[in-house]
């Protein structure tokens, strides 16, 4: 490992979920004009912003712009970037803007998924490397868009997987993959949230003062203004996001995927899709989901409940490898190996094991990012994983708003067979003047 990738490592370990130590102000001063990464970040409120926090948390990395279509939130982004490291970023509530300068090497795209795909192949066009948050995008045919933009525009891209940086889900996928566990049959996953019920139903009310709500909807479909279809609880609807599948269930599923001996696209999808408790909620998506995904390893099976907080094990949502010889189960705050008894030899088929204590991530995530955009290698969840594992969050909820039990995907032909209902679903229709974007 080289200096350099020790000290990123470090300071991301050391610094990730503080705000700019002194003695990582004292570190940035050091680092080299010629070493630094210039970033930016469109879409501020959140996550966004949390990630741009680790990536100041480095400390050769400067942020050179901020954009949102929201002034309040810009505003108040711009003057914590500010206090926090003595320079004010450039203020942008137009990204295509933004996107033209030239003292920019990547951007961080902390927007709705229904703005993901223009925004990261506009980025790829104007030669910027791209983190983008998951789901990568709001459709499988964005997914795409995105995955042959990066690859036409040699950008580095990192989807916000980021559970594939922590310490519990490596360690898991190194034990499932080296055999501890024996064979894998099955890989549950569950995930019960009580936000996943949406908000309870609000009137309509005027665009609040300094939002841009023609540009927050952007290529969606065009609307009055109602706050459950703003910040944070958009996801609820199919114009902008796809609720708990693709907000939880994307993560989760990844983690399935990620131990395949071949990681692949779904096939054969099986789908149960209902809502049991809508009363005075404001929401598309489907609180109850079971969805079954045959794969050549092992089967997953997903296990999803909106408005419910626990489950098995005592955890509201995981992951359970089930082997010949003993599951584990993993979340984000470790994992356990419950072993198989073996009656004749009147012992465990395999040792306990345990990993304990919350493994922050997005840090680790951040960083390799990073890394990569300097050695210009694939991230650590470049466009195809990312893709793959959107596959897996958007066909189940396909098929829920369509009413079909089984779906078979050809990713071949990038195309559901014999299902007009399923492929008419796989691209959004934007809306003028927005279209959707030539690679
Ligand atoms: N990796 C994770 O663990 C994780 C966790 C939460 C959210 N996310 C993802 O992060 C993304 C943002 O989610 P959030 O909860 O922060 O949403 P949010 O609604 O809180 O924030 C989105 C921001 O984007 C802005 N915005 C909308 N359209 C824009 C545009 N065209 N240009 C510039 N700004 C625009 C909004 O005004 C808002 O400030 C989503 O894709 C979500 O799935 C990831």
Same mark, same amino acid.
């Given at each position: ?7 990123i ?24 004009p ?62 295509? +803007?933004?996107?033209?300068k030239k ?10 998924d229904?703005?993901?795909c ?8 104007a030669? +910027? ?9 709001? &459709?499988?045919?964005e ?5 042959q933009?990066?690859a036409?525009?040699?950008r ?21 993959k ?5 064979k ?53 609807f199919?114009?902008?996001?796809g609720?708990?599948? &693709?907000?939880w ?7 399935a ?8 696209a779904p ?33 997953i ?6 408005g ?5 094990y ?18 984000r705050n470790g994992?356990?190996i ?7 030899? +009147?012992a ?7 990993l304990?204590?919350?493994t ?18 694939q991230?650590?969840?470049p466009p195809?994983?990312?893709?793959l ?15 079909a ?10 195309e559901?067979?014999g ?13 003028e003047?927005?279209?959707l974007?030539?690679?």
């Amino acid at each position: 490992m080289t200096r350099r990738r020790s000290f990123i490592q470090q300071s991301a370990l050391i610094a990730g979920g503080l705000w700019l130590s002194p003695t990582l102000l004292h570190a940035r001063q050091q680092t080299a004009p010629s070493d630094r990464v210039r970033v930016a970040l469109i879409g501020a409120n959140n996550m966004g912003f949390g990630i741009l926090r680790h990536h100041l948390a480095l400390a050769e990395v400067d942020c050179v712009a901020i954009c949102d279509v929201d002034q309040n939130v810009l505003e108040k982004r711009l003057k914590e970037v500010e206090d926090a490291t003595g320079k004010r970023p450039e203020g942008f509530t137009d990204f295509r +803007k933004l996107l033209e300068k030239k003292d920019l090497d990547a951007v961080i795209i902390g927007t709705p998924d229904h703005w993901h795909c223009l925004i990261a192949v506009a980025a790829c066009q104007a030669g +910027k490397d791209v983190y983008v948050e998951k789901p990568m995008a709001n &459709s499988i045919g964005e997914c795409d868009l995105m995955t042959q933009a990066a690859a036409k525009y040699s950008r580095i891209m990192q989807v916000g997987q980021q559970q594939r940086a922590g310490q519990a889900f490596i360690e898991s996928r190194d034990l499932v993959k080296s055999g501890y566990l024996g064979k894998i049959r099955k890989v549950n996953i569950w995930s019960n949230f009580n936000y996943g019920l949406g908000n309870e139903i609000k009137p309509l009310t005027t665009v609040p003062e300094g939002v841009d709500y023609d540009f927050w909807l952007g290529p969606a479909p065009k609307r009055e203004f109602n706050p459950n279809r703003f910040h944070g609880s958009w996801r609820h609807f199919w114009d902008y996001g796809g609720g708990l599948m &693709s907000d939880w269930g994307v993560h989760l599923l990844d983690m399935a995927i990620w131990v395949e001996e071949n990681p692949s696209a779904p096939s054969i999808v099986m789908t149960y899709a209902k809502n049991v408790n809508k009363e005075n909620r404001d929401r598309d998506t489907f609180d109850t989901m079971n969805v079954l995904f045959p794969k050549k390893d092992f089967l997953i099976n997903y296990d999803m409940n909106g408005g419910l907080q626990s489950g098995p094990y005592n955890k509201p949502y995981g992951i359970a490898y089930v082997g010949e010889l003993g599951t584990l189960i993993v979340n984000r705050n470790g994992y356990e190996i419950y072993p198989e008894w073996d009656g004749t030899a +009147k012992a465990p088929k395999c040792e306990a094991k345990k990993l304990e204590g919350t493994t922050e991530s997005h840090n680790l995530h951040v960083a390799n990012f990073v890394e990569c955009i300097k050695a210009r290698n694939q991230p650590s969840c470049p466009p195809e994983a990312g893709r793959l594992a959107a596959l897996h969050a958007h066909i189940p909820n396909i098929a829920a708003r369509i009413g079909a039990e089984q779906l078979i995907w050809d990713d071949q032909k990038r195309e559901f067979v014999g299902n007009a209902a399923a492929n008419a679903l796989i691209w959004p229709e934007y809306r003028e003047p927005w279209t959707l974007p030539k690679v």
